[in-house]
Structures are given as C-alpha cells and as structure tokens.
C-alpha cells in the first residue's frame, strides 16, 4: 500500500510540475516581447509592463495545463485524479506493404527508394489504481523498415538515324534519267521526205483535176 500511494503521489504532482516548466517558460517569452513592444516608454514602464504580462501568462497557462493534465489521468468511474496506469501492451502487424520513390536528379538519374511499411495495430489497457476499473485504448500507427536506396542510370538517348543510301543514290539518278528521255526523243529522226511527199501527193492531186 505504502507503495501504491507513493506512486499515486508522483502522478498526481507530475501534471504540475509539467504545468510549471510550460507556463514558466512561455511567461518569460511573453514578458520579453512586451519589453520590446514598448521601446518608447521610460525603463520603469517597460520593467512594470513586462513582469505584468509575464505574471498573467504564467498564471492563465499553469491552471489551464494543470486542469489537463489532472483529467488526462482520472478515472472515469471513480473520478479519482492521477490514479491511471497503464497495465497491458500489444502490439500487432496487420498489413505489410512495399512501398517505393522515385526522385529524378539534375543530371538525369533516379534515385529510387524502397522500404517495407507495416500497419501495427496497437492495444494499451489500462487500470486504476483505486477501484480497479480497466478500459482500453486501440489505435495503428506505421512503421518503416528495410528501407534501401539506389540510382538508376540515365536513359540512354537514341543514336540518330543514318539516311538511306540506296534511296539517296535513286533520288539522284532519276532527274538524269528524264533529261536523257527527252534528248532521246529530240534526236529521234522523222521518216524520209515525209512533209515533202505529202505536199507533192497534194499537189499532183490538184493538178490531175484541172487538166
């Protein structure tokens, strides 16, 4: 029992003592910030002012975190302050995925991560101290694992493409092809005396008519 108490003891001064640390440390900024806030007054004013606002904080936040701390730790049964304790833990691994990233670099490689991620599922019970009264608490939280890190070269840039040299050398020898087709046709000779034969053939018609 002795031990029981003495452990309810340090619970229940353990949400002041936070409460104390806090408060104080946020009064003292509070106060150095209305120090600075009034540079135009005399020394006594800006002395006055600062330990005023520094006193108000610290007592506002003290009560409020000491309220908060007191109900965190209470029994919802018995109302009893600081008497909850934290008695069963497990933990569970329900899902496992792997999971993966991918950064591109300035000089074009990838960094590629990898990681296994696990969904625990976790249980805390917990007890009080003084009637006994046991509640529970679920909740998953993840966890990262066997996490490994890689680069992955540049991609490769396709080598341009060569022209064609048959296609090259048939484009280039067809123009010459049509101007010897037309200088075969230039120099193709015309049957022997055919304009002259055919104006005589007309000639010796008309002159058979007339006699």
């Known amino acids: 029992m002795a031990r029981l108490a003495a452990e309810l003891e340090t619970k229940k001064n353990r949400p002041k003592k936070n409460a104390l640390v806090r408060s104080t440390i946020l009064g003292l900024i509070a106060a150095g910030i209305a120090y600075l806030a009034l540079d135009g007054q005399g020394p ?52 496992t995925e792997p999971k993966e990233t991918r950064d591109p670099q300035p000089d074009h490689t990838i960094k590629l991560v990898k990681w296994k991620e696990d969904t625990i599922a976790v249980t805390d019970t917990y007890t009080c101290a003084r009637c006994g009264n046991v509640t529970t608490k679920h909740f998953t939280k993840t966890v990262r694992r066997d996490e490994t ?63």
Not at 46 to 72: D, E, F, H, I, P
Not at 156 to 183: G, N, Y
């Open 44 to 95: 006594a004013m800006r002395l006055g002012s600062a330990a005023a606002t520094g006193a108000v904080v610290l007592v506002l936040l003290y009560s409020w975190r000491k309220r908060a701390g007191s109900a965190a730790g209470s029994c919802g049964k018995c109302a009893a302050n600081a008497s909850i304790k934290r008695t069963g833990h497990t933990e569970i691994v329900a899902l």
């Open 149 to 211: 890190q890689t680069i992955e070269p540049a991609p490769k840039q396709p080598a341009p493409e060569k022209p064609d040299k048959k296609a090259s050398d048939l484009a280039k020898q067809q123009p010459a092809k049509r101007v010897l087709k037309l200088s075969e046709r230039q120099k193709t000779p015309h049957p022997a005396g055919g304009a002259d034969a055919l104006q005589t053939g007309n000639t010796g018609g008309k002159a058979s008519d007339i006699t």
